[in-house]
């Protein structure tokens, strides 16, 4: 699948500031980048890094006072692993290799260390696999109610289960929390996202079953198969698209994604399982 995506993000400076974006696709075996464009005004010197591990994309640049903006556009191709989620069973902790357990720990926002008992208690005994993380969307996307300003970036996924509401990084908190009280390694993915009304940055959630990294999105609001990946982390603390260190305003913000092969930008649901992850053998994994 083809898309043309990108952002368009504009802000106030009002004394110097030191912002670092993660606004670019990341590199990956599924994502083939077919042409891509960062611009700057006023163009500035830059810094990049991307991450060995993960292959977040991260843009570091000092802005003295008066208009800054940023423009990225990409044009990707995306083939998406497909499965039957029925076939797709948990890895015991035992066999996980040592690298996932940063993603099986509680973290700043992801509080599963608080929410155990309800998990154990609400999911223990279904059936364990890419069905029983799946089951954890639905009772997130009947349980909690979308609502823009029910929380901020202080949020935790207890507070969101205890407000009952909340946007879609609190969905993605609140089920990576789930995940990680059942022993199931879960991260945090923001993406470009085709079919999401309106179009945003998007905050999801992958699960580590038989393997691999799988897609999940609590909010039912986007494609799984049509989901670009940004970043990917232990919670939106190591992923947000701007941090910025200073006095600024943000002004405006866009963001757009829309498959180029002419069909229609309508959510079309799969029932298939999706990732984005080619998995690299781990030493010491059964």
Not at 46 to 62: E, F, I, S
Not at 78 to 106: C, K, M, Q, S, Y
Not at 227 to 248: C, H, K, Y
């Amino acid at each position: 699948m083809r898309y043309e995506l990108g952002c368009s993000l504009s802000y106030n400076i009002l004394s110097e500031t030191v912002f670092i974006f993660n606004v670019e696709v990341a590199h990956l075996q599924s994502l083939e980048i077919l042409s891509e464009a960062l611009t700057l005004a006023p163009d500035l010197p830059r810094r990049t890094y991307v991450t060995p591990d993960l292959q977040n994309r991260y843009l570091g640049v000092v802005v003295q006072p008066g208009p800054f903006s940023l423009e990225y556009n990409a044009t990707v191709d995306l083939t998406p692993f497909r499965a039957d989620p029925a076939t797709i069973g948990e890895t015991p902790v035992n066999r996980l290799p040592l690298d996932i357990l940063p993603f099986l720990l509680p973290s700043r926002y992801v509080s599963s260390d608080r929410l155990t008992p309800f998990a154990v208690a609400e999911f223990g005994a279904l059936p364990k696999g890419h069905q029983r993380v799946n089951a954890i969307c639905s009772w997130i996307h009947t349980h909690i109610t979308y609502q823009a300003g029910t929380s901020d970036a202080e949020t935790t996924a207890d507070e969101s289960l205890l407000r009952r509401a909340g946007v879609c990084r609190d969905f993605a908190h609140l089920g990576i929390a789930f995940c990680r009280a059942l022993g199931i390694p879960a991260r945090f993915v923001s993406a470009y996202a085709h079919g999401l009304v309106p179009s945003d940055f998007h905050a999801v959630f992958e699960a580590y079953l038989d393997g691999r990294w799988w897609l999940f999105d609590a909010t039912r609001q986007a494609n799984l198969d049509g989901l670009v990946r940004i970043g990917v982390g232990r919670d939106a603390a190591e992923i947000a698209f701007s941090t910025p260190f200073g006095n600024m305003q943000p002004t405006a913000m866009q963001v757009r994604i829309a498959r180029s092969d002419g069909v229609s930008d309508a959510v079309i649901r799969t029932v298939d399982a999706i990732s984005t992850e080619i998995p690299a053998p781990h030493a010491g994994a059964a």
